[in-house]
């Protein structure tokens, strides 16, 4: 089945926006939220101007704000028609080792990423009840396999909480008629993996976003991209003994 309208959480930079300009080029129309508005309306100037056949809607959305979601959501489904897909890939990649007082950051994170996620899942899954079917997907990470120590510790838990939702709802609609499918992305360019010391595993963000794409369209139920390295390297993660899972971080 093809997705024609597709909503994009967290479009503004980075992965979403990369997973943008490719759906943009396979010829859908788009419903862009993140925080930064001057952000989604270059990106939608921009591939206006590309690919004018598409619409492109995009609304300022902080996703903690979670009695906007339910309403942001609907504002962009009433402008493209409906929606057919909703990939929930708001995030951030805050953090500071636990018990280093730095709480506040920590706490941002698994709000963030993953209360904040079950916000959009909670609005996705009534949009798309109401609409006889669609396609949730959840972009997770390859660190939601394994807690890792340091400054990712928030983050990896975050993420592993993604995956468990997005394995719970693959269990609850195996019969349709709700497609789910769970992404575990490597290390791919981006603003937030900016800073990650393992960068000898960091993947180009259009090498990272077409592998993303390529197993959203196949509708893939879990997944790891890009495949290589990330998947032999995913099966060794969830192996090593914890003290040994800092290099990934």
């Given at each position: 089945?093809?997705?024609?309208?597709?909503?994009?959480?967290?479009?503004?930079?980075?992965?979403?926006?990369?997973?943008?300009?490719?759906?943009?080029?396979?010829?859908r129309?788009?419903?862009?939220?993140?925080?930064?508005?001057?952000?989604?309306?270059?990106?939608?100037?921009?591939?206006?101007?590309?690919?004018?056949?598409?619409?492109?809607?995009v609304?300022?959305?902080d996703?903690?704000?979670?009695?906007?979601?339910?309403?942001?959501?609907?504002?962009?489904?009433?402008?493209?028609?409906?929606?057919?897909?909703?990939?929930?890939?708001?995030?951030?990649?805050?953090?500071a080792?636990?018990?280093?007082?730095?709480?506040?950051?920590n706490?941002?994170?698994?709000?963030?990423?993953?209360?904040?996620?079950?916000?959009?899942?909670?609005?996705?899954?009534?949009?798309?009840?109401?609409a006889?079917?669609?396609?949730?997907?959840?972009?997770?990470?390859?660190?939601?396999?394994?807690?890792?120590?340091?400054?990712?510790?928030?983050?990896?838990?975050?993420?592993?909480?993604?995956?468990?939702?997005?394995?719970?709802?693959?269990?609850?609609?195996?019969?349709?008629?709700?497609?789910?499918?769970?992404?575990?992305?490597?290390?791919?360019?981006?603003?937030?993996?900016?800073k990650?010391?393992?960068?000898?595993?960091?993947?180009?963000?259009?090498?990272?976003?077409?592998?993303?794409?390529?197993?959203?369209?196949?509708?893939?139920?879990?997944?790891?991209?890009?495949?290589?390295?990330?998947?032999?390297?995913v099966?060794?993660?969830?192996?090593?003994?914890?003290?040994?899972?800092?290099?990934?971080?």
């Amino acid at each position: 089945m093809t997705r024609r309208r597709i909503l994009i959480t967290g479009a503004s930079s980075g992965l979403g926006a990369g997973m943008a300009r490719v759906f943009a080029a396979r010829g859908r129309d788009l419903a862009l939220c993140a925080r930064r508005i001057d952000r989604l309306e270059q990106l939608k100037a921009e591939l206006n101007q590309e690919f004018p056949q598409i619409k492109v809607a995009v609304a300022a959305l902080d996703v903690t704000d979670h009695e906007a979601v339910p309403v942001v959501f609907g504002r962009l489904a009433a402008e493209l028609g409906g929606i057919d897909r909703i990939v929930v890939n708001a995030g951030i990649g805050k953090g500071a080792p636990l018990g280093s007082g730095k709480l506040w950051a920590n706490k941002a994170t698994i709000e963030t990423n993953l209360v904040a996620a079950l916000v959009q899942i909670e609005t996705a899954i009534e949009m798309f009840t109401a609409a006889g079917g669609g396609h949730l997907v959840l972009i997770s990470s390859v660190l939601g396999n394994k807690g890792v120590p340091g400054v990712k510790a928030a983050y990896a838990a975050s993420k592993a909480g993604v995956s468990s939702l997005g394995e719970s709802l693959r269990a609850q609609y195996s019969r349709g008629p709700i497609k789910v499918t769970v992404l575990e992305p490597g290390y791919i360019e981006s603003e937030m993996t900016a800073k990650t010391a393992a960068t000898f595993l960091m993947a180009d963000n259009e090498t990272g976003v077409k592998a993303m794409v390529r197993a959203i369209e196949r509708e893939t139920g879990r997944a790891v991209v890009p495949p290589w390295p990330w998947t032999p390297l995913v099966w060794l993660l969830r192996l090593l003994p914890p003290r040994f899972t800092k290099s990934f971080a």
